[in-house]
C-alpha cells in the first residue's frame, strides 16, 4: 500500500521542466514589449553583401557552357580568367572534337594532344581537305595526322563511338609515300584497337585497292560487330577496275560488318555478291550509292536487289548522279529493279532536251510506286527542263518531298514553268502528296494558301 502509494505520487508530481541556455547576445535583440529593437552602432557594423561576377559562375555550370562550345571558342573561354580555365583540361568536355589538317589548322591538334587529355574523347571528326580547295603539298599535315593519331594510341583510348576521318586524298601524294614506309600503320592500330565503334566514315580517301581492303579489314575484325553506320564512297582510287575478283574480295571484306544499319558506297562497288551478303544479315535501313562515273559498269540484277528488298523490312534506297556522261550511263547506273526511294539528279548542260526528257519519263515509269524525294538540279533555265520536272510529278504518287535548284531562278521562262507545275500538283491533277517544297535552298511555308506563297512570295509575280 505504501508503496503504490508513493509510486502514484512520483507519476503524479510533474517532472521539472529543463532549463533553456540563455540568449546569446545578437546585435538584433527584444524590447520590453516582446518588440524588435536595434541599436545605432550595430547598423553601422553590418558587412555589405558581397556582389557576384561573371568569374563567380560556378564550376557545374562552366562545364555546362564549355559543353556546349566548338574548339576554338573553348580556347578563348579559357583564356578569360583563372576560375573559366579549370574547368578547360576535363575528359568530360572533350567528348566530341573536330580537326582539320589542311597545312593552317594543324596546329590545335599539337596543342589539343599536349595540354588535354585524350581516353575521354568519344566522337571524332577529322577532316583533311583543304580550305582553299587547293591540293595539300605540305608533308607536315601528314605527319601532325600521323602523331594525332599515335596519341590516341598511347593513351589507350579504346572506347571511340564515332570515327570521321575523310578527305584523305588530299594527302595522296605523301600518303602513297608515307604507307610504303609503313608509317601510316597507325591508322591501322587505332582501328584495330576500338571495341564500341559505331560510326565509321573514312569517305574520300581514294586508296589503292589492297590499301582499302587492308583498312577495312583492320577495322571490321575488330569491331566490325559494333559498326552501325559505314560510309566509304570515294574509298578507293578511280583507277581502281572493278572485276570479279575486286568483287568477291570487297564482299568477303563487307562480311566483317553484320550489323549494318546504314552503308553509303559507290556505283562502282556494287555487285550481286554485295547485295545478297547484305539481304542475309537483314539489318540494313539504308543504302546510299554516290555515282559521277562516265563509264558502263556491271550492275546488280533485279533478283539480287528484289531478294535485298524482301529480307530488310522498311530499306531505303538513296542515289546521288553527278556529271553522268550520257544518257547510256544514266540508264545503266538506274537499273529498273532498284527499289529507289530518294534521288539527288544534277543535269548536266550538254545533254539535251530529247536525252533529258527520255531519262526523265524512264525514272517516273520505273520509280513511280518507290519514289518519295527528289532533288532536281538544273544547269539551264528552259521551257523543256521544267516539262522533265512536270513528268516526274505528274506520275510519281508517292512524292513527298521536292528541292528544285537552279542557276537563274529569277528568269521569266522559269517563272512560267515553274507555276505551271506547281499548279498542277497542288490543284490535284498529280495524285501524289507532296509535304514539302524547296526552291533554291528556302522552304516554302505550306497551309490553305500554299499555291499563293509559291506564286506570291518565292516566284514571284509580273
Known amino acids: 500500500m505504501g508503496v503504490s502509494s508513493t509510486k502514484r505520487n512520483i507519476e503524479e508530481e510533474p517532472e521539472n521542466p529543463k532549463e533553456e541556455p540563455p540568449l546569446k547576445k545578437s546585435k538584433l535583440s527584444s524590447g520590453a514589449e516582446g518588440e524588435p ?55 568530360e568536355i572533350w567528348r566530341s572534337v573536330s580537326f582539320r589538317f589542311d597545312s593552317h589548322e594543324d596546329y590545335r591538334a599539337k596543342l589539343f594532344c599536349e595540354y588535354l587529355s585524350l581516353s575521354g574523347v568519344r566522337y571524332l571528326d577529322i577532316n583533311c581537305a583543304n580550305s582553299t580547295n587547293s591540293p595539300i603539298n605540305e608533308f607536315c599535315s601528314l605527319l601532325h595526322l600521323n602523331k594525332f ?33 609503313d608509317r601510316m600503320v597507325v591508322l591501322y592500330e587505332l582501328l584495330a584497337c576500338q571495341t564500341d565503334l559505331k560510326y565509321l566514315n573514312l569517305s574520300g580517301a581514294e586508296l589503292k585497292q589492297e590499301q582499302g581492303l587492308a583498312l577495312l579489314g583492320a577495322a571490321g575484325q575488330r569491331c566490325g560487330t559494333t559498326i552501325q553506320c559505314l560510309k566509304i564512297d570515294h574509298f578507293f582510287a578511280k583507277d581502281v577496275q572493278r572485276d570479279n575478283q575486286f568483287s568477291t574480295d570487297f564482299t568477303v571484306t563487307m562480311e566483317y560488318f553484320p550489323k549494318l544499319v546504314h552503308l553509303t558506297v559507290g556505283i562502282q562497288y556494287l555487285s550481286n555478291e554485295l547485295l545478297n551478303s547484305l539481304a542475309n544479315f537483314g539489318s540494313l535501313k539504308c543504302l546510299c550509292v554516290h555515282s559521277n562515273t562516265t563509264r558502263e559498269l556491271i550492275q546488280p540484277s533485279t533478283e539480287s536487289w528484289d531478294y535485298l528488298r524482301l529480307s530488310c523490312q522498311n530499306l531505303q534506297v538513296h542515289y546521288m548522279l553527278k556529271n553522268i556522261g550520257s544518257r547510256s550511263i544514266f540508264l545503266n547506273i538506274l537499273t529498273p529493279g532498284i527499289p529507289l526511294t530518294s534521288l539527288e539528279w544534277e543535269l548536266e548542260k550538254y545533254w ?23 532533288d532536281f538540279t538544273l544547269n539551264e533555265t528552259s ?77 514571284g509575280t509580273y
Not at 563511338?161 to 595522296?172: E, P, Q, R, V
Open 37 to 91: 529593437c536595434c541599436s545605432t552602432e550595430s547598423l553601422d557594423q553590418k558587412t555589405p553583401d558581397k556582389v557576384l561576377g561573371w568569374a563567380d559562375l560556378p564550376y557545374v555550370a562552366l562545364l555546362q557552357i564549355y559543353s556546349f562550345l566548338p574548339n576554338k571558342y573553348r580556347y578563348n573561354m579559357a583564356l578569360t580568367c583563372q576560375a573559366w580555365s579549370k574547368p578547360f583540361a576535363r575528359p
Open 149 to 181: 593519331l599515335q596519341c590516341f594510341i598511347t593513351c589507350g583510348n579504346t572506347k571511340l563511338i564515332a570515327l570521321n576521318l575523310t578527305h584523305l586524298s588530299s594527302m595522296s601524294n605523301w600518303f602513297k609515300w608515307l604507307w610504303n614506309e
Open 352 to 374: 539535251g532536251q530529247n536525252s533529258g526528257l527520255y531519262c526523265c519519263r524512264y525514272i517516273a515509269d520505273n520509280y513511280k510506286n518507290t519514289l518519295k524525294h527528289l
Open 383 to 459: 521551257q523543256w527542263s521544267l516539262e522533265m520536272y512536270s513528268e516526274i510529278v505528274d506520275k510519281c504518287t508517292k512524292l513527298k518531298a521536292l528541292n528544285v535548284k537552279s542557276i537563274d531562278s529569277t528568269s521569266k521562262t522559269f517563272k512560267s514553268a515553274m507555276r505551271k507545275c506547281v499548279r498542277k500538283t497542288v490543284n490535284g491533277q498529280a495524285k501524289n502528296e507532296i509535304g514539302q517544297f524547296t526552291l533554291n535552298g528556302v522552304n516554302v511555308p505550306q497551309g490553305q494558301s500554299w499555291i499563293n506563297n509559291i506564286l506570291e512570295w518565292v516566284l
